[in-house]
């Protein structure tokens, strides 16, 4: 059973089995993470009447996002990982939605008028993640994302939607099977955070 965890855009928390999504709890709530998180998982287990135990590895989204939502979810997966003595392994959250739309251009929002991004071809990502202003991505296929929809004038007819973390799963479940072993869990934030410090200190 796999725990996926992912605070790029929502909050969302889901519990896989088999790779099918046993329960799922999701709110886009930005400045709720730290709130919402514990809740949704204790929800999810007690749905599908598990216990902490019963999880045999966690699978949690990296980013690109803003860095106070991205660290509850980074540092949730990371604890829960040490106390459960589970695998922890981190993916891209873009690619959620990359996998789930075969070619694509998946964009989030970056705040300052920016947009996180990445393009997809069958599913698998073959450029990016960059931060760009909007006007400068060049997108091929649907254009899917929160991201997206904020900037209609430079994406128009996007799609709007969330990384599903049980997505991210299944991405994880693929690349182990191809082999894959190293699945970093540092944040991807592409850019320094807005707080550097007290200036003059």
Do not use: N
Not at 4 to 26: P, Q, W, Y
Not at 77 to 95: E, F, H, I, K, N
Not at 156 to 167: L, Q, Y
């Amino acid at each position: 059973m796999i725990l996926a965890i992912d605070t790029s855009a929502a909050v969302a928390v889901a519990l896989v089995r088999g790779g099918e999504t046993v329960a799922s709890r999701a709110e886009f709530a930005p400045r709720g993470h730290a709130e919402l998180l514990a809740g949704f998982i204790e929800a999810v287990l007690a749905e599908a009447g598990a216990a902490t135990a019963d999880v045999e590895s966690i699978v949690v989204g990296t980013g690109p996002a803003p860095f106070t939502g991205l660290r509850v979810g980074l540092v949730t997966a990371r604890t829960l990982g040490y106390a459960l003595g589970v695998p922890v392994r981190g993916v891209c959250s873009l690619d959620a939605l990359g996998v789930e739309h075969g070619t694509a251009t998946v964009v989030a929002d970056a705040r300052r008028k920016e947009v996180y991004w990445a393009r997809y071809e069958d599913g698998v990502r073959v450029a990016g993640p960059s931060v760009s202003a909007p006007a400068d991505v060049e997108s091929a296929g649907v254009v899917v994302g929160r991201g997206a929809a904020l900037y209609a004038e430079a994406f128009p007819g996007a799609v709007p939607a969330d990384p599903d973390p049980a997505a991210l799963a299944r991405v994880v479940d693929a690349a182990l099977a191809g082999g894959q072993t190293d699945f970093p869990l540092e944040p991807l934030y592409l850019r320094r955070p807005d707080v550097h410090g007290v200036p003059g200190a």
